[in-house]
């Protein structure tokens, strides 16, 4: 079967693109594996789980927690799962990362794989090796950085995908197209969800170069002291804007890719926000809103990529090339005040 190895610090990752799922048994021992997944999936797909020791947990943020964690460890427990054994998380990003926390720290880790079912699972979560689970208020408070050893995709997943994960896919598929890709850019620009969505070829040639995307930065910088903090452009202000509102984590992110446009247009001379807008709203993704912006300031001060009192915010030089810049928060706060 044919994938494709890409190698990180301390280990590598196969890739199965546009594969199926009944390649899985040829990846891992069927017998020595344990599937970890959620309601929705499972319901959804019943069949492809015949004959596999399996899992099912509840869908939903709010089971990103060490509660999950402690039930999954005593059904490990129960199934005598052990240092041979692979855990393999099918789901959306909730489900891989608890699978890739769990199995870091279940007998002091043991393998494990993913099988990515949402689209942003496919482009983002299930790259990158972080895994993890939340705190009370606090997303992703305790984790680990170790790369699964495979990633599987079947496209027949997305299928029964609600079309508002669809849009939380693709607002960081347009992420990587404004800080990496122009020609993505404009791919995006001359397509619409119609097309992607009933053109199967379209889709996964989409998911694949996303993929390859999201690897490839990672690769250079693992641990995130350099360009891997690209991959947050819109996710300052999103997340603040996440933690206040009720909004989806894509909403949230295209809002902050929004601003972050334009406050590059302030910084960098940066000149193309329309287009980052444009092709936001074709996406039925959200641009620009009202927001307690004292409230919003408080937030982003606690951000973790904060240094002293400046923000390392990521803007825009042109489509196609982010770049990591730090700004005094009094600036920002300037800007983002003058935009309203
Ligand atoms: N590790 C990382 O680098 C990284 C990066 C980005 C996001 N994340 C994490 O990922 C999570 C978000 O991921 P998500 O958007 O996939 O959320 P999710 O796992 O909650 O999935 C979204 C919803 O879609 C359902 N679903 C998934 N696949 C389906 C399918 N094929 N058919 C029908 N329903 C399906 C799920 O049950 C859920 O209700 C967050 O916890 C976030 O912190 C991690
Ligand atoms: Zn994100």
């Known amino acids: 079967m044919k994938h494709i190895n890409y190698k990180f610090s301390n280990s590598s990752t196969g890739y199965y693109f546009d594969g199926s799922f009944s390649h899985l048994k040829k990846i891992v021992d ?8 959620d309601e929705n999936v499972y319901d959804s797909h019943s ?9 099912v947990l509840k869908p939903g943020e709010e089971y990103k927690i060490q509660s999950t964690v402690d039930s999954v460890v005593e059904q490990l427990i129960d199934f005598a799962a052990d240092r041979k054994t ?21 007998m002091r880790g043991i393998p494990f794989g993913f099988v990515p079912t949402s689209l942003l699972g496919m482009v983002d979560a299930s790259i990158g090796g972080k895994n993890g689970i939340d705190v009370g208020v606090y997303k992703n408070m305790v984790g680990v950085i170790r790369q699964p050893s495979f990633i599987l995709h079947d496209m027949s997943f997305l299928s029964t995908l609600p079309q508002k994960e669809w849009e939380n896919g693709f607002a960081e598929i347009i992420k990587h197209a404004c800080i990496k890709d122009a020609a993505m850019f404009r791919q995006l620009e001359a397509n619409s ?12 040639d989409l998911v694949r170069h996303n993929a390859i995307i999201k690897t490839k930065v990672v690769q250079q910088d693992e641990f995130e002291r350099g360009d891997r903090r690209l991959l ?9 804007l996440e933690n206040q509102y009720e909004l989806m984590h894509g909403q949230a992110v295209a809002i902050g890719m929004a601003y972050a446009s334009v406050i590059s247009e302030n910084v960098t001379g940066f000149k193309e926000a329309n287009r980052v807008t444009r092709l936001l709203l074709q996406y039925d993704l959200p641009t620009f809103v009202e927001f307690d912006k004292q409230k919003v300031f408080k937030v982003m001060k606690m951000d973790k990529k904060r240094e002293k009192k400046e923000l390392n915010y990521i803007l825009l030089e042109k489509i196609g090339k982010g770049i990591v810049k730090p700004i005094p928060i009094n600036k920002l706060e300037e ?3 003058e935009l309203q």
């Open 30 to 37: 069927q017998k020595h594996s344990v599937i970890i997944t």
């Open 47 to 55: 069949k492809k789980f015949k004959g596999w020791n399996t899992i």
């Open 86 to 106: 692979t855990l393999i998380g099918i789901g959306g990003g909730v489900i891989t990362d608890l699978t890739g926390y769990v199995a870091s720290v279940y």
């Open 193 to 204: 969800f119609k097309t992607y969505q009933g053109k199967k070829k379209l889709i996964a």
């Open 232 to 240: 947050n452009y819109g996710h300052t202000l999103g997340h603040a």
């Open 335 to 337: 800007i983002i005040n």
